[in-house]
Each structure stands twice: as structure tokens, then as C-alpha cells.
């Protein structure tokens, strides 16, 4: 990566030697192409036993004869389109004459093996259950903290904390752009001192900590590490997960800060850090949530997440290392909507297609590496403010989904979040669900129990084929940075919302409550209110960090990073860790960056 400094900022072009680029791109070119060939004419492979499937052939005909039609003539099937959300026909059953490509070994495997359809590890929950990790953050830092300690008592095994507008991109709390937004929809983070107040009396040597925060990713990984210093614990020892999937917010989130191949060069400078000071920390939880949440469809979901996932490999691969090394640190996060077998059979299809591509694409051979981690959260879109009650069932049946599509951790929404952030009534019940399916349904005692399922399998494999068909199309204009600068990504995602909520409006796709099974409403639930004493302690706090640290060092830091960030060879994790341990702000911090990155425009999609 070079920078090219011109008269007002750095225009940043990633520059590798053109015979090398040249093998690189016909290799993938040629992968892609090649590997959807193979998946194609594995779908429609006849199976061995021909005798066996021509006498279930003839059975099925003489079925449909002599059983479906006279009932038919009766009994009409109602008149709705039968296919999942995205678009996949949903057939009236499903035989062996579905999948009779399926090979139990090559396709499913077994837990733990390859290609990992069936689970990344041989017990699963008959060994340790999913992490429950419920989503909490709101106001300031003491409340957030005080919401933390609550779920801990109340059976939550993993912290996951949500940031507000204002710290997602990157401005202090005082900055007129965060004026009315400060706590509204998470906590405030201004600098290192709002951080130890977050995490007061919480043992970070002993618990598992997951940060949804993108842009300002770097700096909010260094707090954390810089808070568990104090606790005295070390770096190497500190665990948890940060977002940092900025590929995802040019495609869904809209919460950047500089141009593309900055965000990229920040995040390969965090994954040289934590690699080598902080190696159980996953620097790179790449998130299909956003992309699905933005309106695309579980196939676009899964394509676009992993496609995301193979660009921080080669991004990896670029910053000199193995792959062995690094990917076992990057994990997913995916998201679960309503339409239950599409989605178990997303979640099998991304475990099987991560496996797959790095054995046969990056010559990965540590097993460890080809393991396709993920944490789920149930859909916010499926969500109604109509009669919000019935978002327990909903949350329910997403969250059964996540646990039998094998997810290793698990946010459940809260019923009320239509509305407002979740209240301590509606975010207990929402733990309850998850503690219910873990303790009473007998789910967890078998692995994939729906696997063989000739719906499931068959399923499976056509989200496969259809996931391959948009990584061969990403690759033809250029790879994922290059779809995102077209608009491409962002096009197929706003196609897809639209059709989505024109098929609601017209009652094709029905929503309880909302375009069917309509009640008088009764006065809204009661929500959790956010007011304005929230930036009134923060700014207050903000001003006695700046009046009492040592200025002339957050000074230095500062110039330091900003020296760090104009020179390619040099690593800014450090400097950043330099800069936050001084109490230099969030924003100010940031702020270097854009004197030297400039901002960014995404392009017109219309």
C-alpha cells in the first residue's frame, strides 16, 4: 500500500507488482469459474443406485395419480407463490430424488470434520452450550456497566456491547454532530476514561468481550486493552471480539469515516498487533447482520459475508501472512430471520463453503483454520411495533434456528426493540429464551438433528450454487473493494428490499399483525427513555479528561500517529495504543485520520 500525498490530502492506491497481481486475479478468476462448474454438475449427478431412484420415480408418479390428484380436485392448495425469501421454489416434498447428488461424506461429513456442514466441533452443545451474548449498551458508561453486571447475574456468559451513533463514527460527545444523539442508541465512548467506567469491577481476565464498532474499531480495541493493563492482566490474555468489518459498511451500514483502502490499511495494522501482542483477541468479526438488516435475502446474506471474508484473507495474505496464522482469528456474525429451514440451511452452506475455498483456494491445511466460527442475532427487521408481544414467538423461532443451524453464540432480541432499546423486563425475557432452549427442549443433545433431511440437504445445496454464482460475478468486476466503488453490492441489496416490501404491501408475504390479523392497538408498551442528562454528563466529563491530562503528550502522540499513518511501512496500532493512553479523545484521535485520509462519497445507485 503506497500513499501519494497531494495539496490538501493523501490519495491512497494499493499498488502490488502487475505480473504478480496478473497470476493472482486469473487464479481466482479461474477458481471461481471452476469450482461453480463442479458445484453445478454435482446437482445434477445421478446417483448410484439407479434402480432404487427409478423405483422411487415410478412410486412418485403413481402417488401424484392416484393420491394428489383426487385430493387436489377437492382440496385446492392455497393460492400463495411457495418459496423462501429468496426466491428459492419450495417444492410440495421432497424425496431422495432431491439430493440424489448427496454424498454423506463429501457433502455433510460429520461435526468437527470436513468440510464442517454439520458443526466446527465434534460434541458441540453436548459439550459446552452457546455463548449467550446478549446485546447491551445504552446512555452512559455507567449505565451501560450497570446493565452489564445485570445480565452477568442473570446468566448471560458473554459481554456484547453496542456504542452510539456518535462513537460509531467517531466524534466526541461534545462535537455539534453528536448533539441530541449522545446514549441514544448505545453507549458513549469519548475516551479511555468513559472505557475503565464501562468495564469497572468487570474481570476482563475472566470473561469474553464482543465490540460492535467499525470505523473506530483500532481505537476502541486499544481502550479495551489499555483498561485490561490497569487490571493487571495481560495482553495475551485478554478475549473477546471487535467488529471491525468496514467491507460491510460501504455495502449496508453507511458508518465509515475515511475512503476504503484507509479503513483496510487500519485493519491490517490491528491484525499484525493483536497476532502478535493479543492472539486471543478476533480482530475481525466479518457481518452479514448489516447486510441482511439493509434488506438483502439470505443468499445475497451468505455471498456477500463470505466474499467479505476472502477479501481479509487476501488482505492477510498481502500484509506477509500465512493464513494458517490469521484466520483462525477472524470469525462471523450472521444474522436469523423468519423463514426457518432457509435459514439452518445458510448457516450449514457458510461453514462448508469457508472450509471448502481455503483448503482448495489458499492451500490451508491446519484444520483449526478452515473453522467458520460465528455468533447470530435474531432478525431487528422481522420486528413489528404492531402488537410487539408476538415478537417473543418471533424471537423464539430465530433463535431455535441459530442453535440447530450450530451458531457458537447467540443474541436474542428483545420483544420491545421496535420501539425503543430494550427494557430490564423485556431483555430478561429475551435471555430466558435462549436459557429455555438450552435447559428444556432437548436441542442440544444431538448434533444437527435435522441433518439428511432431504428439504435441508437439498436446500443446503442450492444456496451453495447460488453463493458461487456471486463470488464468480464480484470477481469479474475486480473483487469486493472494486463492487462496493461500482455500486454493485449495494444495487442488489436495494432491489431486493424493494421487492421484499412491495411484496408485503400487496399481502404476498404475510406479516401477523401487521398486513394480516389486524387488532385496534392499545396504547404503546412502556420504553426505555434516554434523555439528555446522558450527554450532560458526558461532555461534563469530557471537559475534566482534556483540563487534566498532560496536553503536551496527547500532542505528541497525536503528531506521532499522524507521522504513522502517512509512512505504509509503519504499523498505527501502536501509536494508536500511545495516543489512547494519553486520554487523547475518540475524536481527536480520529480526527488525524481525516487530515490525512480525507472522507469519502459512496457512489449514486440510481
Given amino acids: 500500500i503506497t500513499f501519494q500525498e497531494t495539496e490538501t490530502q493523501l490519495s491512497i492506491a494499493i499498488i502490488v507488482k502487475s505480473e504478480r497481481l496478473g497470476f493472482l486475479l486469473e487464479t481466482q478468476r479461474n477458481y471461481w469459474r471452476v469450482k461453480l462448474s463442479e458445484i453445478e454438475a454435482r446437482n445434477k449427478a445421478r446417483a448410484v443406485d439407479q434402480k432404487a431412484m427409478q423405483r422411487l420415480k415410478e412410486h412418485y408418479a403413481k402417488w401424484e395419480e392416484q393420491v394428489l390428484e383426487p385430493w387436489l380436485k377437492s382440496s385446492p392448495e392455497l393460492d400463495k407463490d411457495f418459496q423462501t425469501p429468496s426466491n428459492i421454489k419450495v417444492k410440495r416434498v421432497y424425496t431422495p430424488l432431491d439430493i440424489e447428488n448427496f454424498d454423506p461424506v463429501r457433502d455433510a461429513g460429520l461435526p468437527g470434520s470436513f468440510p464442517y456442514t454439520r458443526g466446527v466441533y465434534p460434541t458441540m452443545y453436548r459439550g459446552k452450550p452457546w455463548t449467550m451474548r446478549m446485546f447491551s449498551g445504552f446512555g452512559?458508561?455507567?449505565?451501560?456497566?450497570?446493565?452489564?453486571?445485570?445480565?452477568?447475574?442473570?446468566?448471560e456468559t458473554g459481554l456484547s456491547i453496542a456504542f452510539d451513533m456518535p462513537t460509531l463514527y467517531g466524534y466526541d460527545a461534545d462535537s455539534e454532530r453528536a448533539e441530541g444523539e449522545v446514549g441514544k442508541c448505545g453507549c458513549n465512548i469519548s475516551s479511555l476514561k468513559d472505557m475503565e467506567?464501562?468495564?469497572?469491577?468487570?474481570?476482563?481476565?475472566?470473561?469474553?468481550?464482543?465490540?460492535?464498532?467499525?470505523?473506530?474499531?483500532?481505537?476502541?480495541?486499544?481502550?479495551?486493552?489499555?483498561?485490561?493493563?490497569?487490571?493487571?492482566v495481560p495482553l495475551k490474555k485478554l478475549?473477546?471480539?471487535?467488529?471491525?468489518?468496514?467491507?460491510?459498511?460501504?455495502i449496508a451500514q453507511k458508518e465509515w469515516v475515511y475512503p476504503p483502502e484507509a479503513h483496510m490499511r487500519i485493519i491490517r495494522d490491528m491484525m499484525l498487533f493483536c497476532t502478535k501482542e493479543m492472539p486471543q483477541w478476533n480482530y475481525v468479526s466479518v457481518s452479514g447482520y448489516h447486510i441482511r438488516e439493509a434488506g438483502a435475502d439470505a443468499v445475497q446474506e451468505l455471498a456477500f459475508t463470505l466474499a467479505d471474508g476472502f477479501a481479509y484473507i487476501d488482505l492477510g495474505i498481502e500484509a506477509g501472512f500465512k493464513v494458517e496464522e490469521f484466520a483462525p482469528r477472524i470469525s462471523f456474525f450472521f444474522n436469523c430471520c423468519m423463514n426457518f429451514f432457509e435459514e439452518i440451511a445458510k448457516f450449514r452452506a457458510a461453514r462448508?463453503?469457508?472450509?471448502?475455498?481455503?483448503?482448495?483456494?489458499?492451500?490451508?491445511?491446519?484444520?483449526?483454520?478452515?473453522?467458520?466460527?460465528?455468533?447470530?442475532?435474531?432478525?431487528?427487521?422481522?420486528?413489528?411495533?404492531?402488537?410487539?408481544?408476538?415478537?417473543?414467538?418471533?424471537?423464539?423461532i430465530e433463535a431455535l434456528a441459530a442453535v440447530l443451524g450450530g451458531t457458537q453464540s447467540l443474541h436474542t432480541n428483545s420483544y420491545d426493540?421496535?420501539?425503543?432499546?430494550?427494557?430490564?423486563?423485556?431483555?430478561?425475557?429475551?435471555?430466558?429464551?435462549?436459557?429455555?432452549?438450552?435447559?428444556?427442549?432437548?436441542?442440544?443433545?444431538?448434533?444437527?438433528p435435522l441433518g439428511g433431511s432431504y428439504y435441508l440437504e437439498g436446500l443446503t445445496n442450492e444456496m451453495e450454487e447460488r453463493a458461487f454464482r456471486y463470488f464468480d460475478k464480484i470477481e469479474s468486476i475486480g473483487g469486493v473493494l472494486a463492487a462496493v466503488k461500482a455500486g454493485y453490492l449495494q444495487?442488489?441489496?436495494?432491489?431486493?428490499?424493494?421487492?421484499?416490501?412491495?411484496?408485503?404491501?400487496?399481502?404476498?408475504?404475510?406479516?401477523v399483525g401487521v398486513n394480516k390479523h389486524v387488532v385496534k392497538e392499545e396504547p404503546p408498551i412502556s420504553t426505555l427513555k434516554i434523555d439528555?442528562?446522558?450527554?450532560?454528563?458526558?461532555?461534563?466529563?469530557?471537559?475534566?479528561?482534556?483540563?487534566?491530562?498532560?496536553?503536551?503528550?496527547?500532542?505528541?502522540?497525536?503528531?506521532?500517529?499522524?507521522?504513522?499513518?502517512?509512512?505504509?511501512?509503519?504499523?498505527?496500532?501502536?501509536?494508536?495504543?500511545?495516543?489512547?493512553k494519553a486520554y487523547a479523545t475518540l475524536g481527536e484521535i480520529v480526527n488525524v485520520g481525516r487530515e490525512v485520509f480525507g472522507e469519502w462519497t459512496e457512489p449514486s445507485l440510481l
Avoid: C
Fill in 417 to 448: 426493540e421496535a420501539w425503543a432499546l430494550p427494557t430490564e423486563g423485556a431483555v430478561t425475557i429475551a435471555l430466558r429464551t435462549q436459557q429455555i432452549l438450552a435447559e428444556e427442549t432437548g436441542v442440544t443433545n444431538t448434533i444437527d
Fill in 239 to 250: 478475549r473477546g471480539t471487535v467488529q471491525a468489518d468496514m467491507l460491510k459498511e460501504y
Fill in 197 to 232: 467506567i464501562l468495564l469497572n469491577a468487570i474481570p476482563l481476565g475472566d470473561v469474553s468481550t464482543s465490540m460492535t464498532i467499525n470505523a473506530p474499531a483500532a481505537i476502541l480495541t486499544a481502550m479495551y486493552a489499555a483498561v485490561g493493563e490497569k487490571q493487571g
Fill in 352 to 396: 462448508r463453503i469457508w472450509a471448502t475455498v481455503l483448503k482448495e483456494k489458499y492451500g490451508v491445511t491446519n484444520p483449526r483454520a478452515l473453522l467458520l466460527r460465528f455468533h447470530t442475532q435474531t432478525s431487528g427487521a422481522s420486528l413489528t411495533w404492531q402488537q410487539p408481544i408476538n415478537n417473543v414467538v418471533r424471537t423464539a
Fill in 532 to 580: 439528555l442528562k446522558a450527554q450532560r454528563r458526558q461532555v461534563k466529563r469530557l471537559k475534566e479528561v482534556r483540563k487534566q491530562r498532560d496536553n503536551a503528550k496527547v500532542a505528541k502522540a497525536l503528531q506521532e500517529l499522524k507521522n504513522a499513518y502517512k509512512n505504509p511501512d509503519a504499523n498505527s496500532m501502536y501509536l494508536i495504543l500511545k495516543a489512547v
Fill in 491 to 511: 444495487r442488489e441489496i436495494a432491489e431486493t428490499a424493494y421487492r421484499t416490501q412491495k411484496r408485503a404491501e400487496e399481502g404476498r408475504d404475510i406479516v
Fill in 140 to 155: 452512559t458508561p455507567e449505565d451501560t456497566n450497570k446493565r452489564l453486571k445485570y445480565l452477568i447475574n442473570h446468566g
